[in-house]
């Protein structure tokens, strides 16, 4: 048994019928996927991590632990020849099932499609997409006759015990506790606002269209200018990204009359691998960082630009990924601990930026001339990923680029949000983003 680390408990307590802690993956195939291949194919790539055939148990001596669940891993084939409209799946109960879940929609002539399910105390983000590239090379080894690699990464499973090492050691935080200090504060003492005032949370009561998202995607020139700009202003791609979602959130605060003019708060997981973490199963390694703008912070797009560039710079410089891990542990030694301090705020941050950066760039298979994956007997036509809302936190923003495109996937909170707003919301997020400026 594997006792939870503390950012899985974060993730787990912050879990709850209204809000399931669920991200979700979804690629659509043109062509039709050979199914009984692809089954065969999650299953042999999955017993090398298994986090993601486990539940969780609390144990009186260790706390939350990960215990083996021996039922069959959960995938559900759907026949569905209208594939734009995915059915929201069922919240995963980790207590009583796996945090894994997957769903496969044959189209007929449409094509296919799988959508991945998983609870976020298992893995983050990085960990599921390598999970599904090797899924789809194993995949297409198969369908082309071929052996495919018994043991993708050559994954060690015995490194699950470092999973969620963060590498702080006494010398560095003490080298950088004045940053880490103000950090903190900013954590405790300043309230982020939601883009739209939000009904009263019943967290009890399960939502059957928790999964809402749309998405959009670029035209490979639109992505090259946008990478190009990052280059020339000297700023990296995600600092434009965060600039971008500041102005956008801005202005439909007060296209919808959102007088509030709080703290806007952008929330994005922040890496926490190392080489010990190349070869360890799919788990979560990873911590959060949160960047803070006023709504007069956006009215000058270049310094708005410059001070985002700095904050990132400085998160990094001064180790500031460290923080919400050390006041997480902190927490968890007061009374209530973590779950005390989740319902005492019920905004955490206005949004979720997740950038996944560029997708199965090294996966080795056949491409099409565009650059899309050929699998098989089938094209990966559309890559999206989603990470979970919460309460306050109407929206989670997710970037990805596949075939050398920029593809943004906005997921919604349908109870706070109307689609019409949610689509005005990312209209704006492209429009700031192919008129860089």
Not at 188 to 197: A, D, E, Y
Not at 336 to 354: D, F, N, P, W, Y
């Amino acid at each position: 048994m594997l006792p939870l680390t503390i950012f899985e408990k974060y993730m787990l307590l912050d879990d709850s019928l209204a809000y399931p802690m669920d991200s979700f993956r979804f690629l659509r195939f043109s062509g039709k996927l050979d199914i009984d291949l692809f089954e065969l194919s999650i299953l042999s790539v999955i017993r090398f991590h298994p986090l993601l055939s486990s539940v969780i148990r609390y144990d009186s001596r260790l706390g939350y632990v990960w215990e083996n669940f021996d039922n069959p891993v959960f995938i559900r084939r759907v026949n569905l020849p209208d594939l734009s409209c995915i059915p929201t799946p069922e919240r995963i109960d980790i207590f009583n099932e796996a945090g894994f879940k997957v769903y496969i929609f044959d189209g007929g002539e449409v094509g296919s499609s799988a959508l991945f399910q998983f609870h976020h105390t298992v893995s983050d983000g990085l960990g599921e997409m390598n999970l599904l590239a090797d899924i789809l090379t194993d995949y297409d080894a198969r369908i082309n006759g071929k052996t495919p690699q018994e043991n993708p990464r050559n994954v060690d499973l015995s490194l699950l015990k470092f999973r969620g090492s963060s590498g702080l050691t006494l010398g560095k935080y003490f080298r950088y506790f004045i940053d880490t200090a103000f950090t903190t504060n900013q954590l405790l003492f300043r309230n982020p606002s939601p883009l739209l005032p939000c009904a009263k949370c019943k967290l009890d009561e399960p939502d059957v269209e928790y999964y809402r998202s749309i998405s959009r995607e670029l035209l490979l020139q639109e992505t090259v200018d946008y990478f190009s700009f990052a280059k020339l202003r000297k700023v990296t791609v995600n600092d434009l990204l965060i600039r971008d979602l500041f102005l956008s959130m801005n202005n439909c605060r007060k296209l919808w009359g959102n007088s509030d003019g709080g703290w806007l708060r952008v929330s994005m997981p922040m890496s926490l691998r190392t080489e010990l973490h190349e070869r360890m199963p799919a788990s979560n390694n990873v911590t959060m960082v949160f960047l803070d703008r006023r709504g007069r912070s956006c009215s000058d797009t270049t310094t708005l630009l410059r001070g985002i560039n700095r904050e990132t710079n400085w998160i990094k410089q001064a180790e500031q990924k460290h923080v919400l891990l050390l006041s997480l542990n902190i927490c968890n030694l007061l009374p209530g601990g973590i779950g005390r301090m989740l319902r005492m705020r019920e905004c955490r941050a206005t949004a979720v930026l997740s950038n996944l950066g560029r997708v199965f760039e090294l996966l080795p298979v056949l491409r099409r001339s565009d650059g899309r994956l050929i699998i098989g007997k089938t094209v990966l036509e559309d890559v999206e990923a989603s990470p979970p809302i919460r309460y306050g936190t109407l929206i989670s923003a997710s970037v990805l680029t596949y075939a050398g495109r920029l593809r943004l996937i906005l997921r919604y909170d349908a109870k706070n949000m109307t689609q019409n707003q949610a689509d005005q919301l990312l209209q704006s997020y492209i429009n700031n983003i192919i008129s860089v400026r």
